[in-house]
């Protein structure tokens, strides 16, 4: 098992004339971030025994986990594949939806090879949640694609994207 750790930092202002601030990310409060956070979007194989995605699979944990097919870039043509998307309430009260679009560029125009969206929930500041959707067969189209995860929340959107690449 290889574990990397690594540290982000931000930098508000300009140090060269002592008028900035050097700190830790989780040591910086945003203020102006509000409604729905993404967190991420990711497609894994679906398990042919039924046990992932769950939460809270890791018995005697100490902490909410997410159990998910491990998160997958490269994506054979011919298979199917379950995309996860989560994203944290920050400060919003009221119906939500999660959807996600896999889009790819062919001859010049957007293509999209699968969507979902599930029912309309209930949700409120300071909850997390996790959606699961599983796709149709990848067709045979090589090239990058785009993952989109997007929660509706209100009259707003938040979205979140990665780039998967079809062999």
């Known amino acids: 098992m290889l574990w990397h750790h690594s540290n982000a930092f931000v930098l508000i202002g300009g140090l060269d004339n002592g008028s900035g601030a050097l700190g830790s990310i989780t040591s910086i409060r945003v203020d102006d971030t509000g409604g729905i956070v993404p967190a991420f979007i990711s497609a894994g194989l679906p398990d042919p025994k039924g046990k992932v995605p769950t939460l809270n699979g890791v018995t005697g944990s100490g902490i909410t986990n997410l159990d998910i097919s491990f998160p997958l870039t490269l994506l054979t043509h011919g298979s199917s594949y379950v995309y996860t998307f989560t994203f944290e309430d920050v400060n919003f009260t009221g119906t939500c939806q999660a959807s996600f679009t896999l889009t790819q560029i062919q001859f010049n125009k957007t293509v999209t090879l699968d969507s979902g969206k599930d029912a309309a929930f209930s949700c409120g500041p ?5 959606w699961t959707f599983n796709g149709k067969v990848i067709p045979d189209f090589p090239g990058p694609a785009t993952l989109t ?5 209100g ?3 938040a979205n979140i994207s990665s780039t ?4």
């Open 149 to 153: 995860g997007t929660v509706t929340y």
């Open 155 to 157: 009259t707003s959107k």
């Open 164 to 167: 998967v690449v079809f062999n």
């Open 126 to 130: 300071g909850t997390f949640w996790f």
